[in-house]
């Protein structure tokens, strides 16, 4: 995006997230690649985005599709290498867009060289750069802590007859953060990409960097449900949040300030009150601490214009919102609320205040996929199957055409092409979510009321939203019906665009039609 003034780009702009396995396959192995993804810019581009990012593609055994990381400075031989990269990089920059790497700090994999030198002896100087403790005299793990994706966060060494720290697998052992040679490695490895002329990181799961180091039990949650998987019987008071883990984030921030404009967006997966810290103190935490409120919040409007002023009002002075819908770790939108809703969702996310990030694919609608049992790649749903927990439904590769392997393959795809309409049925189309989403980028990299304009709840009750994005002279209305039923309300202004295919009324209308967004310019 064109800068006119100090503005920085990230405030501005719209995020794009590369699932970089199922977004485009270049060798036929049915994964996709860096390749894969060079070739599809222009989608990018006409979509109108300005950064994407991309999860891992550091070498891995994939245990965790890539969030076990054996090589935080090289690139897996399934992706490509690093000439492909820096091809990639150097190309999206050529094009106006901005790479956001993912930055796995909280743990490795367990065959990354560090851990194996750790795990050699106790005595080994790497020792300490993952967390070791003893049994407890019974011979049980030294506290109650539950892993994300089940069992124990304990592992039992027979070798060294002490147990490691494992908040997701076993195969993803916790870094020592509380180790300043860890933080070295991992700032020099950050630096590695910034120096190769990447823009930034998502940083993951930055609430489990630095954990308690008493390793205090956490307290039992009274309102735990089997459907949200063992992890959740415990709060998280003391493995995760933690000041140890709030000082890393100003660090890496400090270590991104060394370069020009480049952002940090990190995930914390907490409450309001605890996100909002990760913008620091002195706002010199993360930039974009991700918001996801969007993904947790039950669907009426009446909850959401709640959420939306809360967060307005806990985001400290100077902070920059942010907003998403979903990710490849949450069920997909379209599945939450429904194709029509769908599109009303797009709207609300395109003309918040606050940079928006798009998860691909939730462009052309696409819902949670049926995946096969025997065909199952995530390890949360083969620990613990069948509660939906598993989120391969969310990964399925992008159908960009109606050939088989539907453009995302000529070989065997690692999981099912996600279905719908592909990209190429929904292109140039009046009625498709693809277009709709074009329109939508386009109106607000074209108003910059909508990416600068403050936000004014003006009505909210339980079917209807209708809010103000208001810069200095110019107003912008956008009212959104939350149900499938037409709406009374009074609106003012020249409509922009509806969420309703088919041509725009003239002049105000008196009431929303079903599933409808409006946008409209009142001045
Ligand atoms: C983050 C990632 C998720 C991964 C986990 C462990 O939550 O988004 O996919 O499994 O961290 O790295
Ligand atoms: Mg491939």
Partial sequence: MKQTDQTPWWQDGIIYQIYPRSFQDSDGDGVGDLNGIARRLDHLVDLGVDAVWISPIYPSPGKDAGYDVSDYCGIDPLFGTLADFDALVAAAHGRGLKVLMDFVPSHSSDRHPWFLESRSSRDNPKRDWYVWRDARPDGSPPNNWISEFAGPAWTWDEATGQYWLNIYLPEQPALNWRNPDVRQAMYDAMRFWFDRGVDGFRVDAAEHLAPDDRLRD???????????????????????????????????????????????????????????????????????????????????????????DTYEAAIPKG????????NHDRKRIASRVGQAQARVAAMLLLTLRGTPTLYQGDELGLENGHVPPEMVQDPWEKNVPGFGLGRDPVRMPIPWDDTEGRGFTTGTPWLPVADGPSVIDQRGAETTMLTLTQRMIALRRAEITLRRGEYRRLHGDDHVLVFARDREDARLVVALNFTDRDQLVALEGTPLLSTVPGELPETAPGSLRANEGLVLRVR
């Fill in 218 to 308: 956490n307290l039992p949650n009274p309102d735990w449900t089997e459907d949200m998987g063992p992890a959740r019987s415990l709060f998280r008071t003391f493995s995760s949040h933690q000041p140890a883990g709030f000082d890393a984030v100003h660090e890496m921030r400090a270590v991104a300030d060394e370069y020009e404009d480049r952002v940090l967006v990190g995930e914390a997966y907490g409450t309001l009150d605890e996100v909002v810290q990760y913008y620091g103190r002195d706002l010199k935490g993360f930039h974009l601490p991700f918001n996801f409120e969007l993904i947790n919040a039950p669907w009426d409007a009446r909850h959401i214009a709640g959420y939306i």
């Fill in 319 to 326: 902070g920059w919102p942010n907003w998403v819908l979903g």
